[in-house]
């Protein structure tokens, strides 16, 4: 019947059908209860007496439900959900739904003169109900869209600007949001959310910039820029856009761009990404009841592309505007150093994922000079391969394999293509072509064949991770478990999804984290917050160090940021490390303001720690020599592939090492 309703209504979904259904059951009961009284002569009997006093019971109950804030804030608490819209959802379901017994009723009715008496006997109904028929379904993950009722209630347009790099998809959506009273923009790095932030608020328009660790404010509040993890789904506006959808499908950080997608509560939602995600974005919206509000907008990319003849391992080659890609820290930095080398004269900036986004953002600012007649190139990781602004030419890839899940592995086609568009981008220095190449002749195959066969198989599922509620609402499940730990260690055990989604690994940092609080005593649902921390030091000090703040949270005591500024000369290694704690401290005072209650205590020194950071790095290259002169050169006309394993890790020669 229900189904059938929704169909005849046109409603998008459910939860959009809900009150046209409570208004039709009003007017059903209404009718019924005159055709009784007709019935009975309009003289009301004892049964009567005792339907309009259960009525009257009930009607209180549930005004007192919807009405009253402390009460939707307790039943919140109750069944683990941080949404208003959800609870009062699933409290009028309740009420429609559910047939209170006779000893219920008894037990209610002698205590309705008492609110307080009343609301504590309705919580033990309300939760026995919910955790013995609700809570199991609500756990297990098969109809996320359902977590984000705000966005279900709206009629959102949505429109998929397809296209390859460098082909205007951020820039019209951009355009589109600025003309808006409100909107939000969540980008896939925070370098990216910075430099839309900062080129919003140089069109005029004012911007905030909000990443995990850090609100940066602009004077309002009506247009942010976030990393797509901060994307807020609590308040409505008009334009969103989320860049670089085709993360979706990501292992890891796919869970992001699904939470986005499902509830961000846009009236206009703009997604820019490649093409190979509009299979599963059609899908996702065809659970949502919004595959009708799709439109695909294609973009053509602005300035062509070219594969050239590769360098035979010659780093001699390089040019003015080049850009050297590697796939690792060392690397970055065995290949400036060679340049610098072979090349005198060539300044060389340099830009990988370990580094803050403010000396990112430095780096490529320096390298952009060559737009003005700078002799330089830029080497870098595949952290350039998301929409950063610079000034390249030719892409040169050093190697078309990548250290990645424990073994070396081909870079997919996709990942070729992103990185490749890099080059000759509009409104750039080099606007007339850009160039695609290889260091090395056998390498040059592969990188010809990902641009002729396009970026292959189509994404067809999106990435999925439970939310903090969830988690609550299985721990309640779960009372037998002796930890957090075991909890998550089962949920990652038994869950499952429905065939368009899948679950991202949650055993690399989520788990972990859970591992470190053994023992402490804070209630499950700071816990549960915590375990999101992005916390990826592994090594012993940083673990103490995150240990000894959990304890402090632990006792209720102020948290101390626990290490001093680091001094001038301090490795770049051990800067990198200092600045990833600053971080995290950030995040955790973020949620934890009681405790963690330093953040600018802690935000001086993460200051501190990039200014020495821009000066490291903008050392001359005899100095830079001299300060490391422990890092071995990597004899890069070697496939780094052949290399053992050992060599290939991803970490830094240790700072004993250095000193010797």
Known sequence: LKLQFLYFIGAGSMPMMLQPVRMLSRVCLQAQVRMNNRYHGGVPGKHDIAVKERDRVLSSLRMLCTRSSSVRAELKALICESQEDIVINKVE??????????????????????????????????????????????????????WYPKARYMRRRIYFHAGPTNSGKTHDSLERMMKARNGVYCAPLKLLAAQVCEKVNNAGVPCELVIGDEVIFNGSGEFISCTVEMCPIDETVDVGIIDEVQMIGDKERGWAWT???????????????????????????????????????????LVPLKITEPLSGDLRKVERGDCVVCFSRKQVFNIKQQIEELRPGMKVNIVYGALPHEVREAQTNAFNKVGDGENSVLVATDAIAFGLNLNIRRIIFTTVSKYTQGDMRNLTHAHVLQIGGRAGR???????????????????????????????????????????????????????????YDLLSLFIKEVETEENFFVCDMT???????????????????????SFVPWNDRKDEGAKLLRTWLEYHDREEKVPVGFDPPPAGTLLADLEQRFK??????????RFPMTFCYFDQCKLIKDHIVKLMKAELSRSDQDWKEVHQSISITDMTRDPSMKPIQDRRLVDVDAETAKQ
């Open 508 to 530: 690399r940092q989520m788990l972990p984290i859970a591992e470190m609080m053994e023992g402490l005593s804070f209630p499950i649902q700071e816990k549960i917050v915590i």
């Open 426 to 484: 509009a409104n750039c220095a080099f606007a007339d072509c850009g160039y695609v190449t290889t260091l090395h002749n056998r390498d040059s195959a592969y990188v010809r064949k990902a641009f002729e066969q396009g970026a292959g198989e189509l994404i067809q599922r999106a990435g999925l991770i439970p939310t903090a509620d969830i988690l609550g609402v299985y721990w309640n499940l779960h009372q037998d478990l002796k930890s957090y």
């Open 581 to 590: 704690w600053t971080e995290c401290y950030g995040w955790l005072a973020m």
């Open 259 to 301: 939470r986005a997608l499902l509830g961000l509560p846009a009236r206009e939602i703009h997604l820019c990404g490649e093409p190979r995600a509009i299979p599963v974005i059609k899908k996702l919206l065809r659970c949502t009841g919004e595959e009708d509000s799709l439109k695909i907008l294609w973009h053509e990319r």
């Open 93 to 146: 379901y309740f009420f429609e739904t559910y047939s209170f017994s006779e000893k219920e009723m008894s037990k209610l009715r002698q205590v309705a003169e008492s609110s307080e008496e009343l609301l504590e006997e309705f919580y033990n109904i309300f939760a026995d109900w919910f955790y013995r028929h609700e809570a199991p379904r609500y756990s297990d993950m098969h109809r996320p869209w359902e």
